[in-house]
Nanobody
Framework: QVQLVESGGGLVTPGGSLRLSCTTS????????MGWYRRTPGKEREFVAF???????NYADFAKGRFTISRDNGRNTVYLQMNGLEPEDTAVYYC????????WGQGTQVTVSS
């Protein structure tokens, strides 16, 4: 059974930082694409970043220069370091993994507010 469990969300003031974690089980982590999406109320789910099994990364334009995705294959965990957070980054952040099929975590709330 594939499971993805996110953590690290919370309330942060503008300009602050958070690091999201997503720990997985039931997959061959090192072989999978790992990534993050987010959903804001009233908006479509939007891509944030992904990390390929080979270490390549890709970011949404809004994430470039502020967010960093990384992975620890030994811990079966992918991270999303978010710096310079803005109120517009407020969303539920979802971890996903893809190899043949796509699986999602339950999401973690990030709120950026003064």
């Amino acid at each position: 059974q594939v499971q993805l469990v996110e953590s690290g969300g919370g309330l942060v003031t503008p300009g602050g930082s958070l690091r999201l974690s997503c720990t997985t089980s039931g997959i061959l982590f090192s072989s999978n694409i790992m990534g993050w999406y987010r959903r804001t109320p009233g908006k479509e789910r939007e891509f944030v970043a992904f990390s390929s099994s080979g270490g390549a990364t890709n970011y949404a334009d809004f994430a470039k220069g502020r967010f960093t995705i990384s992975r620890d294959n030994g811990r079966n965990t992918v991270y999303l370091q978010m710096n310079g957070l803005e109120p517009e980054d407020t969303a539920v952040y979802y971890c996903y993994t893809t190899i043949l099929s796509t699986y999602w975590g339950q999401g973690t709330q990030v709120t950026v507010s003064s």
